[in-house]
Nanobody, 123 residues
Framework: VQLQASGGGLVRAGGSLTLSCVVS????????MSWYRQAPGKQRELVAQ???????NYANSMKGRFTISRDNAKNTAYLQINNLNAEDTATYYC??????????????????WGQGTQVTVSS
């Protein structure tokens, strides 16, 4: 069971991008799904979160241009970013608490992280 982020790339300033985060494997429960980002030389910061019921929460500095959504049937979360600017250049990571079972039936509850997807904004 793992998270796989995708959708990053090189985008011109003012453009838009939609990132995807898929939970692959047989998972019993996926709680809040979150997007974080880490710019070069900076700490990782929260961008947005979404509960399994669809309630969203955004970091104050991310309100307005970022939209988080999810498809529970597909165990997938999305992050749409509009009007990209140079400050959005970062590696974007998704994260979620997961519950799944091993082959021997043992439960595993852990916070999983995707591998990150790079977003680069050119002027």
């Amino acid at each position: 069971v793992q998270l796989q982020a995708s959708g990053g790339g090189l985008v011109r300033a003012g453009g838009s991008l939609t990132l995807s985060c898929v939970v692959s494997g047989k998972v019993s429960r996926v709680d809040d799904m979150s997007w974080y980002r880490q710019a070069p030389g900076k700490q990782r910061e929260l961008v947005a979160q979404i509960t399994s019921g669809g309630t969203t929460n955004y970091a104050n500095s991310m309100k307005g241009r970022f939209t988080i959504s999810r498809d529970n049937a597909k165990n997938t979360a999305y992050l749409q970013i509009n009007n990209l600017n140079a400050e959005d250049t970062a590696t974007y990571y998704c994260s979620a608490p997961l519950l799944y079972y091993l082959h021997d039936g043992s439960p595993v509850a852990e916070r999983a992280w995707g591998q990150g997807t790079q977003v680069t904004v050119s002027s």
